[in-house]
């Protein structure tokens, strides 16, 4: 098995972890908006269906169309022979797929804390005149985006990822 078969082999699995985590997503948004007590369906729609249909697209593109992301990460001038390139050909490809996941995960979640937020405030827009979020929120909502960052980082400098984890090993 070359890194092309091992790369693609790689992304399939991948995709399918994708898939399984947003379909395993989707009870909880489901609960989540019921138990707001908001039945439009556009608003489920926005709130539920939305969130947890691109990671199941992009997942389904990573099963079906594994080669043409192998080719577009890929150095297409790496020979067979080349066992060390190949790995960190390799290497990289896994550590992009990583934050591939990472990011889907967190703009999932940052969907479901906005939301709470913004139903949150709806239901208590006649108590409280304020705009008023616990502590617990503004962790799940900061942290989303640190995780969002964390993972574009990874998804643009899968390369300079690979070099900071070769000279922490040397």
Same mark, same amino acid.
């Given at each position: 098995?070359?890194?092309?078969?091992?790369?693609?082999?790689?992304?399939?699995?991948?995709?399918?972890?994708?898939?399984?985590?947003?379909?395993?997503?989707?009870?909880?948004?489901?609960?989540?908006?019921?138990?707001?007590?908001?039945?439009?369906?556009?608003?489920?729609?926005?709130?539920?269906?939305?969130?947890? /249909? &691109?990671?199941? *697209?992009? !997942? @389904?593109?990573?099963?079906? $169309?594994?080669?043409?992301?192998?080719?577009?990460? =890929?150095?297409?001038?790496?020979?067979?022979?080349?066992?060390?390139?190949?790995?960190?050909?390799?290497?990289? /490809? &896994?550590?992009? *797929?990583? !934050? @591939?996941?990472?990011?889907? $995960?967190?703009?999932?979640?940052?969907?479901?804390? =906005?939301?709470?937020?913004?139903?949150?405030?709806?239901?208590?827009?006649?108590?409280?005149?304020?705009?008023? /979020?616990?502590?617990?929120?503004? !962790?799940?909502?900061?942290?989303?985006?640190?995780?969002?960052?964390?993972?574009?980082?990874?998804?643009?400098?899968?390369?300079?990822?690979?070099?900071?984890?070769?000279?922490?090993?040397?």
């Amino acid at each position: 098995m070359d890194y092309r078969q091992l790369s693609n082999l790689l992304i399939k699995v991948s995709g399918i972890v994708i898939v399984v985590f947003a379909v395993t997503a989707i009870p909880g948004h489901i609960n989540s908006f019921l138990h707001q007590g908001q039945d439009t369906l556009a608003k489920f729609a926005m709130w539920v269906i939305f969130p947890l /249909i &691109a990671p199941v *697209i992009i !997942g @389904l593109l990573m099963w079906s $169309f594994p080669g043409t992301i192998t080719n577009r990460v =890929f150095d297409k001038s790496i020979e067979s022979s080349e066992s060390n390139r190949a790995a960190e050909e390799i290497e990289r /490809i &896994a550590v992009t *797929i990583l !934050g @591939l996941i990472l990011l889907f $995960f967190a703009l999932s979640d940052l969907a479901f804390n =906005f939301t709470y937020v913004y139903f949150t405030n709806k239901e208590n827009a006649g108590v409280i005149t304020s705009f008023r /979020i616990s502590p617990e929120d503004w !962790g799940h909502i900061v942290g989303t985006i640190v995780e969002i960052a964390f993972a574009l980082t990874i998804l643009l400098k899968s390369k300079g990822v690979i070099l900071l984890i070769k000279r922490l090993r040397a």
